[in-house]
């Protein structure tokens, strides 16, 4: 079984539309069983799944309490899945940090502005801690250069800042209003508008994380 962590300092960056549209790539593209764990107390990812038209389930397990982490993660690690995908809650603290033990790849999104690029330094930082403390390169990390408006200087100036946390940088996800109105459909975006630019930028995005999954 294959985990990948969506995670994020901060809300508003698109974490929760990455972990679906992952999922649901990597179960319709890949062919693989993937569940979606909703870890984050605000529970987006379930929200989008109650009208059933998602390709994977969802189970909502809100990871709050720093105390819950290792019950929480006996019971992700006891899922019958090929591939489960996390979206994690948006705080720095042991409960983020038991996720990000507990992935083999760590999927960053961050969004154009100052204060979500220092949001995920501090993410990365994070995953840097554990690495040192197991002494190895697990997790591997990709930072997503999400919400991207490539007319603004914030948005063409993103991948490199990104590059510079000297982590692996994913191709762009565009700011679109397709992925908004899939969203609002409870569709992911390979459904709801398969022919897109959006969906070509999601497909471009799982197929990056697919092959560096260890």
């Known amino acids: 079984m294959r985990i990948f ?25 890949k062919r693989q069983k993937v569940i979606l764990v909703d870890a984050d107390p605000q529970g987006s990812a379930t929200y989008w799944a109650e009208p ?14 720093d105390s819950a982490v290792d019950a929480w993660s006996r019971r992700v690690l006891g899922l019958d899945a090929d591939v489960v995908v996390l979206d994690g809650p948006p705080h720095l603290n042991a409960a983020l940090g038991g996720i990000i033990g ?14 979500d690029l220092v949001a995920t330094g ?8 554990i690495r040192a403390g197991r002494g190895t390169k697990r997790p591997d990390v990709v ?18 800042a990104l590059k510079d946390l000297g982590e692996a940088v994913s191709p762009v996800v565009s700011a679109r209003t397709a992925l908004s109105d899939a969203f609002n459909a409870g569709d992911w975006i390979g459904a709801y508008a398969p022919n897109s630019p959006a969906a070509d930028e999601i497909n471009a995005l799982a197929n990056y994380i697919w092959k560096r999954r260890g």
């Open 102 to 115: 507990l992935a083999d790849l760590v999927v960053i999104p961050c969004a154009p502005s100052g204060l």
């Open 5 to 29: 962590g969506v995670i994020g300092r901060k809300g508003g960056v698109g974490k929760t539309s990455i972990a679906v549209h992952l999922a649901a790539a990597f179960a319709t593209r």
């Open 52 to 65: 059933g038209n998602l390709p994977v389930p969802v189970i909502p397990d809100p990871l709050e309490a």
């Open 143 to 160: 930072l997503v250069p999400n919400r991207v408006d490539s007319r603004t200087i914030s948005g063409r100036e993103l991948p490199d």
């Open 122 to 129: 501090e993410a990365v930082g994070l995953v840097r801690e």
